[in-house]
């Protein structure tokens, strides 16, 4: 938290890092009520964006956890897009459920996931995304979000590993708000210093961080009192 300069918004240990278990359950609810309770008249922080550093694969199963609390537990419309490609691939095999929605003069593929009210975007990646290609006019990948706006409640996209990338950093002021996922005694500080650098500069907002893998070597109870 001191290096980032960032509130953290949750804590996972190491056994609850998996969103399987109670304690993972637990913490990915409060984040998700905190994310409804933060909204303003300026940001419903409807579309949320998480992101980690290169190589650092936890803010898959976090994205999927907090879709699934938002389509469940809120009943709310919800939508994942994955940026990074990859996280979702397997959706297509197990429903036979899609739709097409129109979009910036263009039709979507909406694949719905076996979660009731929980659906993902079918759509390429890298520089031929639309929302992240950087042959796409910018007022194209606007007009895209503000569709998708109106279709759902909730919004979570899988930030893509190359923070660099100027699609990427383009997209990052068109989201409400973002979130860092911190993998404990594994996420190098220089590399996410530059991750939130690049958010900021770029005209986004940062939420907080999520911490995940963390061990206690003293207990927890003495640790949240430090």
Do not use: C
Not at 54 to 66: H, I, M, R, S, W
Not at 82 to 106: H, I, W, Y
Not at 109 to 133: F, M, N, V, Y
């Amino acid at each position: 938290e001191r290096t980032l300069r960032l509130p953290t918004l949750a804590e996972l240990s190491e056994g609850e890092s998996d969103f399987d278990g109670a304690g993972g359950h637990h913490e990915v609810t409060r984040l998700a009520a905190f994310i409804v309770d933060s909204a303003t008249p300026d940001s419903k922080l409807q579309v949320v964006q998480i992101a980690a550093g290169k190589g650092e694969q936890d803010k898959v199963p976090l994205t999927l956890a907090l879709a699934r609390e938002f389509a469940e537990g809120w009943s709310y419309e919800t939508l994942v897009v994955d940026l990074d490609g990859g996280a979702f691939a397997n959706l297509a095999s197990r429903t036979a459920e899609r739709s097409k929605m129109p979009a910036a003069g263009d039709e979507l593929e909406l694949i719905h996931t076996t979660t009731p009210k929980l659906w993902a975007l079918s759509q390429p990646t890298g520089r031929d995304s639309p929302l992240t290609g950087e042959r796409l006019p910018l007022e194209r990948a606007e007009a895209i979000l503000q569709a998708l706006r109106g279709r759902f409640q909730r919004i979570l996209l899988i930030a893509p590993s190359d923070y660099e990338d100027y699609g990427a950093r383009r997209l990052n002021p068109l989201v409400d708000a973002h979130i860092l996922v911190v993998r404990a005694e594994r996420s190098k500080a220089p590399v996410l210093r530059r991750l939130r650098d690049v958010i900021l500069t770029s005209g986004g907002d940062m939420l907080g961080l999520v911490y995940t893998h963390r061990r206690f070597y003293i207990p927890e109870r003495v640790y949240r009192w430090l």
